[in-house]
């Protein structure tokens, strides 16, 4: 019914390669979630498939009427046989749905081509010499596809149970065998740079808290012909917020006469920004073969210069036997990096 798309549907919420619904799948022991949805595993799906279709048979006793309740479902079979009276397919043909008797009439034709096929022209050999490996932490995609120049494509195309690029913990899923051996040398790095670089999270800008209009020191600004709140602000480098919360004003109109409170310049919400460094006093930046080497001494050998694009990961991999642990814990810093930085290159 899906000429074996683990994606195929049948338009009315059947899905993966035997079209089975929710409900089915869930009494047959499959799991469906927002993670992994094993109608689209071909092993897993097919037992349960065998499942459902023994249950029907017992209850029909008739293989024709069983794949059309599979298909159609077991009440529509039902109606339609009391309606013949006639406990046989062929009488309610002309009730079922065409959908229905095209599975019907697909499914006994690819019994008939598989059984009496002396040429052997139907054949399902494997693309990939693949074997299954038992997931207990969860694992980003991205981390294997980048410690590992794995191709995600192929690892989705092995596991289609997978709804996200992350296979969750405690999950069997199927890698190629070079890569299962692979993945099996390296899980610990991998694993290092899923949570230390991958997902590091990025550091929060700090923004000042507007003070209350009692508080610190304050200037009060009469409103002249031509102000308006944005020129104050900008005149006094402060923002039209703080104006508008100092003052209790809900809006931008202002009066001329009218007094504003000011308060002093290290209130401002919005950082200032840095200024902008001589072009002789910018760092520098390295090619990746480019390292500045110092004398060496007993704690490290080298003096590497952030460049654009690194991370630690990257750094890490120029230097024989060094990790990207051993290069934070050395300078004891974490994951994030700035251009210019200068990191120490301890001793192998």
């Known amino acids: ?29 499959l799991r469906v979630d927002e993670n992994i949805d094993e109608r689209k595993d071909f092993k897993k799906s097919t037992q349960a498939a065998i499942r459902y279709l023994k249950d029907l048979h017992e209850l029909f006793n008739d293989w024709e009427l069983t794949l059309a309740a599979y298909s159609s479902g077991v009440v ?11 406990n046989n397919y062929k009488t309610i043909y002309s009730r079922l749905p065409t959908q229905t008797n095209d599975f019907v009439n697909a499914y006994v034709a690819m019994l008939y081509l598989s059984y009496y096929d002396d ?33 995600i494509e192929t690892i989705l195309f092995l596991n289609p149970q997978l709804i996200q690029k992350t296979i969750p913990k405690n999950t069997i899923v199927k890698f190629t065998t070079k890569l299962k051996t692979q993945f099996l040398a390296q ?5 290092f740079y899923q949570d230390s670089i991958l ?13 209350a209009i009692e508080e610190g020191e304050f200037i009060v600004y009469n409103i002249k012909s031509g102000d308006v709140l944005g020129l104050i602000a900008e005149k006094h480098n402060v923002t039209v917020t703080q104006l508008q ?14 007094q504003l409170k000011i308060y002093g310049t290290e209130f401002k919400q919005e950082a200032a920004p840095e200024p902008i460094a001589e072009k002789d006093s910018l760092p520098k930046q390295t090619t990746p073969s480019q390292t500045e080497t110092r004398p060496s001494t007993s704690s490290y050998s080298e003096i590497y210069i952030v460049k654009s694009g690194d991370n630690l990961w990257i750094i890490a991999k120029k230097f024989s036997g060094i990790s990207a642990e051993d290069i934070m814990k050395f300078n004891n810093i974490d994951a994030n990096l700035k251009i210019g ?7 192998k």
């Open 1 to 29: 019914c899906s000429a074996f798309n683990p994606f195929s549907t049948n338009g009315i919420g059947g899905e993966g390669f035997w079209h089975l619904y929710y409900p089915q799948a869930i009494k047959y022991g």
């Open 245 to 258: 919360s100092w003052n209790n004003l809900s809006g931008t109109r202002i009066d001329i006469g009218q």
């Open 76 to 86: 529509n079979v039902k109606k339609a046989l009391l309606r013949t009276k006639e």
């Open 119 to 151: 040429f052997e022209a139907v054949q399902l050999n494997p693309i990939f010499d693949a074997d299954t490996i038992f997931v207990t932490k969860k694992l980003e995609l991205k981390a294997v596809e980048d410690v590992l120049k794995a191709d």
């Open 341 to 347: 930085q200068e990191l120490k290159i301890p001793n």
């Open 199 to 211: 997902n590091q999270p990025k550091p929060k800008e700090k923004i000042d808290t507007i003070p």
């Open 187 to 191: 899980k610990d790095s991998i694993y």
